[in-house]
């Protein structure tokens, strides 16, 4: 690498080795232009060959990230002087402060709206945490260049010092068509497809009691369910409707996509319900754009942010995301209507092509780079 180029590090004490966002989207079209580190967790050098790569360890619980992780991203790191930092992880923001000793930038990407989030999970919550959390991020409004992936946060963080940008998550539509199918025949197998975290938050009773409804006229289907869970074996067990489509349902735990899309295949429909809750209304959920990216018709909730993407391009359905009924009929439709999901799927990737890809964020993430870099930046 060459050692003249402004050096920028990456940091994440959560992001899982092969996050899209970070390893296929950013990473690479940084390293064109700068030297290029990344510190994140059990990380896998050959990804990227042009990062050089910092492994770090894993834990679940925040205050162990706090007192383990961020020294060692510290130790391991601050003897680099990277010009920049960008850091992912809000547990991080107190030890970015002593890189700026040395006149680093600092980047803070805001990947979820905490201040509306933070009271729906199941670990790192607490008064103490959201209190540490409001401090330390009011402090990054003040101090550091922020960068959203969302336009909706910008109605909570409205006091903003420094440059800022919204960088959506849409698809690299190059990394995806590798995994692009012929279109699902009437013959074909019935297949449905979700990748992402599996939670009650986001509809995954409404998803079993909906395959529940539909395996009474089309019993031989399979789901394949890719991500985290956020329940256990035992809350699966509780929902009347698991022991119905059981059998039918395939759980991979998270997988790299490039692993986890190679299972599209000629899948019926993309999945992407959630709950109207926390900051989930004013974000898009990034399945959304891959689906659509992929061909697959799109089935997700019926919010207004939702529905100029999929109706108005006329690629999937928008659902009450509480509603069964309306899931199992509308899968129905696409399997009995495999002619109107292949036209449904095209056009979703027309609008992909032309609206939703990775092409229209990479400039708004170099521009920012450019100016905190610029020699006059302050």
Known sequence: MNSKRPRVLHISTAHPPYDPRILYKYLPVLAVHYDVFCAIPNADPA??????????????????????????????????RPALIHVYSPEFLPFAYLYRIFGTRVIYEVQENLHK?????????????KRAFAFFDQMARRHFSLIFTEHGYLTTYTNLSKPHAVI??????????????????ASDPIEFFYIG????ERSIVTLLDGLALVKATHPHFKA?????????????????????VK????????????????????????????KPIGDYTESYTTKMFEYMALG?????????????VVEGNQCG???????????ALHLRFLIDHPQEAEKMGKRGRQAAEKSYNWASEEPKLLNLYELLLSPSAS
């Open 117 to 129: 989030k933070i009271h729906l999970k199941r670990h790192n919550r607490g008064w103490l945490l």
């Open 247 to 274: 059998d039918n349902l395939i759980f991979y735990g998270y997988t790299d996509q490039s692993k986890a899309f190679a299972q599209v295949s000629r899948a019926v429909a993309g999945l992407a319900l959630l």
């Open 168 to 185: 959506y998550n849409y698809p690299l539509l190059s990394f995806l068509d590798t995994y692009r199918r012929p279109y699902r025949q």
């Open 47 to 80: 990804v990227v060959p042009a990062v050089r790569f910092i492994s770090l360890p894993y834990f679940k619980r925040v205050i162990l990230r706090f007192l383990v992780t961020c020294p060692l991203i510290l130790w391991k790191t601050v003897r680099l």
């Open 197 to 200: 975290w599996l939670s009650f």
């Open 296 to 308: 697959l018709p799109v089935i997700t909730a019926n919010f207004p942010l939702y529905r100029p």
């Open 317 to 327: 359905f928008c659902i009450d995301p509480s509603d069964p009924e309306a899931l």
């Open 224 to 244: 394949h369910l890719f991500g985290h869970r956020s329940f256990s074996d035992q809350d699966l067990e509780a929902l009347p409707a698991y022991a119905i």
